[in-house]
């Protein structure tokens, strides 16, 4: 089945009112900036150093939470990250623990609830002063599995 061509954006700016719209998944990452076609369809070419993130939502009606953080160590596999924003504002998010899944303008993670109108979070380079591994969640790396005791008897012989 094929995906949808275009994906419902809320994007949200350092210093202007944040841009309501909707991205070609394929090719919305220009070297410029970001192409975006706002609610009014308007073809707007937004500059990765204004953007402060780009929230990939269900519908509109809802604005992103500000600054969400997880409460406990998420359950989802991959590399738990603090973002650091340039203005001081906090966000984790979950990346994949695949280096070939990187993105040369930025990072996508999903966000401390992904349940909500908020499925997934775009956060440009120049948007951040720091990124902190917090931790690796469902590494590959296991313990080898404890031998059995031998003086326990096995049920099905």
């Given at each position: 089945m094929a995906s949808s061509t275009s994906k419902k954006v809320l994007i949200r700016r350092f210093d202007r009112e944040p841009v309501a719209g909707f991205v070609n998944p394929q090719c919305w990452q220009q070297d410029a900036g970001l192409e975006v076609i706002s609610q009014q369809g308007v073809l707007m070419l937004i500059p990765y150093a204004d953007v402060k993130a780009v929230h990939f939502v269900r519908d509109f009606t809802e604005s992103p939470a500000e600054g969400p953080v997880f409460n406990t160590r998420p359950k989802m596999h991959g590399l738990w990250v603090r973002l650091r924003f340039r203005d001081g504002e906090l966000m984790d998010g979950l990346l994949p623990n695949n280096l070939l899944q990187v993105e040369p303008h930025g990072f996508t993670?999903?966000?401390?609830?992904?349940?909500?109108s908020q499925q997934r979070v775009f956060v440009?380079?120049?948007?951040?002063?720091?990124?902190?591994?917090?931790?690796?969640?469902?590494?590959?790396?296991?313990?080898a599995a404890k031998p059995k005791p031998r003086e326990q008897i096995s049920l099905f012989d």
């Open positions: 993670v999903v966000p401390p609830n992904p349940t909500s440009p380079r120049t948007a951040l002063d720091e990124v902190t591994v917090l931790g690796v969640v469902g590494s590959p790396l296991k313990q």
